[in-house]
Nanobody
Framework: VQLQASGGGLVQAGGSLRLSCASS????????MGWFRQTPGQERSFVAAIRWGWGGTYYADSVKGRFTVSRDTATNTMYLHMSGLKPDDTGNYFC???????????????WGQGTLVTVSS
């Protein structure tokens, strides 16, 4: 399975974006799909995750109430709806798959190329 994130861009603070993560193959119901953010010189940090089977969602404290992760099981696509964007949200966003719920990037695999989000103040 290969994952490809898309939908990034330049947006003003307070604006919104929707990221997509497309999978080249079927995502099994036992999987957990996650979004991570990386800035230059930093490790990838957890943003949000969703349990593919029943849709349970999990968020980093910094994005709760502003970001929403969702999925379309028919098309094997995950989304990240971002609103109330702040300059601190700037970074390269990656999606990945894990076999169980984790907030640790080391538990995730199938990393694809990221999509860059830039929030201007």
């Amino acid at each position: 399975v290969q994952l490809q994130a898309s939908g990034g861009g330049l947006v003003q603070a307070g604006g919104s974006l929707r990221l997509s993560c497309a999978s080249s193959g079927r995502i099994f119901s036992s999987a957990v799909m996650g979004w991570f953010r990386q800035t230059p010189g930093q490790e990838r940090s957890f943003v949000a995750a969703i349990r593919w089977g029943w849709g349970g969602t999990y968020y980093a404290d910094s994005v709760k109430g502003r970001f929403t992760v969702s999925r379309d099981t028919a098309t094997n696509t995950m989304y990240l709806h971002m609103s109330g964007l702040k300059p601190d949200d700037t970074g390269n966003y990656f999606c990945a798959r894990a076999t169980g719920l984790s907030y640790d990037r080391r538990d995730y695999n199938n990393w694809g190329q990221g999509t860059l989000v830039t929030v201007s103040s």
